[in-house]
T-cell receptor, first 116, second 115 residues
Framework: NAGVMQNPRHLVRRRGQEARLRCSPMKGHSHVYWYRQLPEEGLKFMVYLQKENIIDESGMPKERFSAEFPKEGPSILRIQQVVRGDSAAYFC??????????????FGSGTQLSVL | AQSVTQPDIHITVSEGASLELRCNYSYGATPYLFWYVQSPGQGLQLLLKYFSGDTLVQGIKGFEAEFKRSQSSFNLRKPSVHWSDAAEYFCAVGSPSGSARQLTFGSGTQLTVLP
């Protein structure tokens, strides 16, 4: 029973390039969340998606960042025209549909993005 | 806005010693509180959570945490640390009006265990 799978583990991009981070949720999970961890900081919520729907993107930067969770395939976090400040660890989590008390997040191992 | 402070960036204890990791939160009401552990190269794993009721919460791996409203704290404890407990620990707060998904995390405490 595979957990939440993220790839790549490490991604190096030059300024101005695009970064695509992938997340495959646990089997049976239809909810996906993306968090970002900047150096020396805690994880910060970015976006919450269900299949083919963005439910809450209140934590997403207004420009250059987008996320999708298609009917088939992994969730993708896309960062266009990366800048050095985008360097961070990006974590994906998944869960089954549940109320707040019973909801449990399972986290992936993260993608470390380095922008040169 | 809710926030979480973990005042200790790094803690070192000897194997078998007791452990307490501090967590203070800022929130207008009683929040949902969580402790997660992250081992090297792994994702975060939930240790325990507090939503309501008994303020002393038992978690996995022998950990417990106590919610103290008067101190806005949710400190994590373990009576006897094992070498396998070496990891980074994150305290998190969530809003009861929202969902556990919109968690605010502290910056983490790195635990080193000496043999």
């Amino acid at each position: 029973n595979a957990g939440v799978m993220q790839n790549p583990r490490h991604l190096v991009r030059r300024r101005g390039q695009e970064a695509r981070l992938r997340c495959s949720p646990m089997k049976g999970h239809s909810h996906v969340y993306w968090y970002r961890q900047l150096p020396e900081e805690g994880l910060k919520f970015m976006v919450y998606l269900q299949k083919e729907n963005i439910i809450d993107e209140s934590g997403m930067p207004k420009e250059r960042f987008s996320a999708e969770f298609p009917k088939e395939g992994p969730s993708i976090l896309r960062i266009q025209q990366v800048v050095r400040g985008d360097s961070a660890a990006y974590f994906c989590a998944s869960s089954r549909p549940a109320g707040p008390v019973n909801e449990k997040l399972f986290f992936g191992s993260g993608t470390q993005l380095s922008v040169l | 806005a809710q926030s979480v402070t973990q005042p200790d960036i790094h803690i070192t204890v000897s194997e078998g010693a007791s452990l307490e990791l501090r967590c203070n939160y800022s929130y207008g009401a009683t929040p949902y509180l969580f402790w997660y552990v992250q081992s090297p190269g792994q994702g975060l794993q939930l240790l325990l959570k507090y939503f309501s009721g008994d303020t002393l919460v038992q978690g996995i791996k022998g950990f417990e945490a106590e919610f103290k409203r008067s101190q806005s704290s949710f400190n994590l404890r373990k009576p006897s640390v094992h070498w396998s407990d070496a990891a980074e620990y994150f305290c998190a707060v969530g809003s009861p009006s929202g969902s556990a998904r919109q968690l605010t995390f502290g910056s983490g405490t790195q635990l080193t265990v000496l043999p």
